[in-house]
Every structure is written in C-alpha cells, then in structure tokens.
C-alpha cells in the first residue's frame, strides 16, 4: 500500500537559516508524483513543489528545493534562507495509485515549523 | 480574490444534524475536490468532481455523505445525521486537466464541531 511518512512532528530554525523537513514514501508503482503543501494558521494549503519520479534532476521553486532520493525512497523538502512567514505546517504528499492524472493525494501526517527571529 | 472560496468557515451543530457545506472553485478549472482533515493530520481524499460528474468516492465517503456538483461550477457536501467524529476541517480544491496533477488549490476550509 502506499504511504507517506513525516517523522518530524515539529521542528525549529533560525530565521535566514536552511531547514531540511523530511519525507519518506512507499510505493509500488515505477510513476509517481511527489508534493510539498505549506498550511499556515490560516488553513489554506498552498503548494510549493512537485518532483515526477522520473525527474531527472531535483526540483526547485525559488526558495524550495526537494532533494529526491529514489533508491532510499525521500522528498526531503529544503527551505533555504528561512523567514518568519515559512512557519506553518508541511505536508509531503504523493498522488495515488491509479490517479496518474488526477490530484487525488495521500498526505502525510505533517511537520510544524517555527522559524525563531 | 478569484481562489477557492468556502462557506461557511465555522459551523457547530448539535448530533443528528444536517449540515451543507459550499465550494466555489477558480472558474477555469474543471476538477473539484473534497478532503477531509482531522486535527494533527494530514487531509484524506473524499470525492472529486470532473465538470458536473462525479468521478470517484473514498470508503470515508459514507452514506450520510453526498456531494454534488450540479452545473459544473460551485458543489456542495451535505452531511446528514451528523455524529462527533464528524468533526473535522473540510477542505475543498481545484485544478484544471491541463496542469501538473496533483498540484491543487485549495479554499480555506470548512470547520466542523459536532456537540
């Protein structure tokens, strides 16, 4: 079965520092498509990133960049020059078996991160 | 604001009632989703919408639930004879068939207290 795993239920940075949040996934199938989401106070999940499993180099957007490792299985999400904004939850996801062209997403449990001025 | 919009943010209803949730996608997309968030975990996929059809229903999805997607625009999540462990965030997303899938945005959720 698929799975996604945040071991990270919280985690703290130093404000212009880089913060490594992990995620490790389990799957079967050779395509996939890997996520990061960020859920401020607010509520709202905004995506950040998206990596394909056949990607041959790792994704970034601006800040973020996802370290991808596919014989260990991890989307270790990166934030680099960290701000007092970024605090909030992270949520690495995966879309689902069978849902190649859908946005229908397994998420993991989270990661809180505290950005400290 | 041309996001996703959801209504109402908050409701607290008492056990054994019926509560409708309301989701207004970004106009040019095409697919809608239902999640469904507890506290201190990760959304779970309930239902998603192509156009007006219903393309697909998680096992969470049970039969006091039903969503509806009439004209291909707005949908809503109606739950019936609603339990405690009802209570959760609903979050509605969209996204269109023409970009990366998977890469949905999401309204600002419905939050639901059942007493």
């Known amino acids: 079965a698929q799975k996604i795993t945040q071991t990270q239920p919280g985690m703290f940075v130093q404000e212009k520092e880089a913060v490594t949040l992990d995620c490790t996934y389990d799957t079967s199938d050779p395509s996939y498509g890997l996520f990061w989401y960020k859920q401020p106070s607010s509520g709202e999940m905004i995506f950040l990133i998206y990596?394909?499993?056949?990607?041959?180099q790792n994704a970034t957007e601006g800040r973020y960049s996802l370290n991808f490792q596919k014989a260990r299985k991890s989307a270790n999400l990166v934030i680099s020059a960290s701000q007092l904004g970024d605090s909030a939850m992270y949520f690495c996801?995966?879309?689902?078996?069978?849902?190649?062209?859908?946005?229908?997403?397994?998420f993991g449990q989270g990661t809180t991160l505290q950005v400290k001025p | 604001d041309t996001g996703v919009s959801q209504d109402p943010r908050h409701k607290i209803t008492k056990r054994g009632q019926n509560v409708t949730f309301r989701c207004d996608p970004i106009s040019e997309h095409n697919r809608l989703y239902w999640y469904r968030q507890t506290l201190g975990q990760g959304p779970e996929f309930l239902t998603y919408?192509?156009?007006?059809?219903?393309?697909?229903k998680s096992r969470l999805l049970s039969d006091r639930f039903s969503a509806e997607r009439p004209k291909g625009s707005f949908s809503t999540l109606e739950i019936q004879r609603t339990e405690q462990g009802d209570s959760a965030m609903y979050l509605c997303?969209?996204?269109?068939?023409?970009?990366?899938?998977?890469?949905?945005?999401f309204g600002e959720g419905s939050r639901l207290t059942v007493l």
């Open positions: 996801a995966m879309r689902d078996h069978g849902s190649s062209n859908t946005g229908k997403l397994i």
């Open positions: 990596q394909g499993s056949y990607d041959q």
């Open positions: 919408f192509q156009n007006e059809a219903q393309l697909e």
């Open positions: 997303a969209s996204s269109w068939t023409a970009g990366v899938p998977g890469e949905l945005f």
